[in-house]
């Protein structure tokens, strides 16, 4: 019965572990932005200090821009900006006026968007309204958040759950921009994988019934 017992637990807990370890936060660190391009825009633009690039990759989630290589696309202002000035501690990521910005697993998959830090850019506050596309196209979901000159937490709801693709539109070069970082999401394991470890809970289940009619 006890070797029973840790079976159960031992496939609850990978039930458990194979969600967390599909969760990911998109935090901008300097390893992954590292790999944008820096220094590399014309004068006076040079001037402005910008990791940028036309899509951005980490934690196997890839952000795209919608206005290709016009100006910086997606960019990262650094510690040394003399333009756009980074309200946050760390790296966040910024997007040229009025660009669509589109996340995606690389694999694919369906994932879960579960919260998102914004804070202005430049001059003033305002609002942005994200969509999400269902993967089994039923549906697109949005939800609007008000941001300010204070970085904030916003928690999706629950309906943005199985997206293939989560998207967003940056505000206008003066008023209305804003930055973003710290991006919860996690990556819906496929059917098969709980299945498989469901099955595996209902073989130990059975096991020790029939261990207990034994006696």
């Given amino acids: 019965m006890k070797t029973s017992k840790m079976l159960q637990a031992s496939v609850a807990a990978a039930l458990l572990s194979a969600a967390a370890a599909n969760a990911a936060v998109i935090d901008f660190d300097t390893a992954s932005v590292g790999s ?5 825009l014309p004068f006076p633009l040079s001037l402005v200090n910008v990791y940028h690039g036309t899509s951005y990759t980490e934690e196997g989630f890839t952000l795209t821009s919608s206005h290709g290589a016009l100006v910086h696309s997606l960019f990262v202002p650094d510690a040394n900006n003399i333009l756009y000035r980074p309200a946050a501690d760390s790296l966040a990521m910024s997007a040229t006026a009025r660009d669509t910005i589109t996340l995606t697993a690389n694999d694919h998959s369906a994932f879960s968007a579960t919260s998102i830090d914004l804070s202005k850019l430049l001059l003033l506050g305002g609002s942005v309204t ?6 089994d196209h039923s549906a697109t979901v949005q939800q609007t958040f008000n941001y300010t000159g204070t970085w904030t937490t916003f928690n999706f709801n629950a309906s943005f759950s199985g997206l293939s693709s989560l998207t967003w539109q940056q505000g206008p070069a003066l008023g209305g921009k ?4 710290n991006i919860n999401v996690t990556a819906v394991p496929e059917p098969e994988t709980y299945a ?9 289940g059975v096991a020790a019934r029939r261990r207990k009619q034994a006696r």
């Avoid at 944008?36 to 590399?40: E, K, N, Q, V, W």
């Avoid at 994200?130 to 993967?135: C, H, L, P, T």
């Fill in 36 to 40: 944008l391009a820096y220094g590399s």
């Fill in 130 to 135: 994200f969509y999400g596309a269902k993967a």
């Fill in 178 to 181: 804003f930055e973003f970082d």
């Fill in 196 to 204: 498989m470890l469901l099955a595996g809970l209902g073989l130990v």
